[in-house]
């Protein structure tokens, strides 16, 4: 069963458009919701989390959008550049437990 | 250390053979987990420690697989009589607590079963 489902597989943008990529969850117990981004060869990193008491988080030009009602989230990547194309894993967790993540969404960013 | 660091950073080994893969975690992370990532596949959790308890090992695809941590720091995943489809890059990560801040990634072994 996947605790969290992630689209789309493939994301091709142009250098300075917008990407976004979106996960959904089941679990209403999960309070912690952090992007991962992975180049190849190298493990995840994290990029960006959010709670679930806020709906927007920004830093930079990644954003996070949280719907909790909805029991979504989004990365947005504003000005995409080349530099930000890997491979980003969205992830859950209830707080003092395993992470679940997502399957992981391969971005290419053309410049 | 300033990270996660794992080695063998890659091994090749014959179908049937044992392996050991190490996990040195950061400095003073209470928490270490193992996923397995295959070829363009999502990250599958094996196994994790927190402190002094018992781990959870709910994620360990068969008996073939064994994991340990030492003195709750340096780790070793074990793959016994590997088979073809044990090939994948096994990442390692640790955390402060559980959940908490995120996980750091070390950069995998990438084990290849001939």
């Known amino acids: 069963q996947q605790q969290v489902k992630q689209s789309p597989q493939s994301l091709i943008v142009q250098k300075g458009g917008i990407s976004i990529i979106n996960c959904a969850y089941e679990n209403t117990a999960f309070d912690y919701f952090p992007w991962y981004q992975q180049f190849p060869g190298k493990g995840p990193a994290l990029l960006i989390a959010?709670?679930?008491?806020?709906s927007e988080k920004k830093e930079g030009r990644f954003t996070i959008s949280f719907n909790k009602s909805a029991k979504q989230f989004s990365l947005h990547i504003m000005d995409s550049q080349p530099g930000d194309s890997a491979t980003y894993f969205c992830a859950a967790s209830n707080t003092g437990n395993q992470f679940y993540f997502g399957t992981g969404t391969s971005l290419t960013v053309i410049p | 250390g300033a990270g996660v660091s794992q080695s063998p950073s890659n091994k090749v080994t014959e179908k049937g053979k044992d392996v050991e893969l190490r996990c040195d975690p950061i400095s003073g992370h209470t928490a270490l987990y193992w996923y397995r990532q295959s070829l363009g596949q999502g990250l599958e959790f094996l196994i994790y420690?927190?402190?002094?308890?018992?781990?959870?090992k709910s994620g360990l695809p068969s008996d073939r697989f064994s994991a340990e941590r030492t003195g709750g720091s340096v780790s070793t995943l074990t793959i016994q009589r590997t088979q073809q489809e044990d090939s994948a890059v096994y990442l390692c990560?640790?955390?402060?607590?559980?959940?908490?801040?995120?996980?750091?990634f070390g950069s995998g072994t990438r084990l290849t079963v001939v």
């Open positions: 420690f927190q402190g002094n308890s018992a781990p959870d």
């Open positions: 990560a640790s955390s402060l607590d559980m959940g908490l801040g995120g996980y750091t």
């Open positions: 959010i709670r679930p008491d806020v």
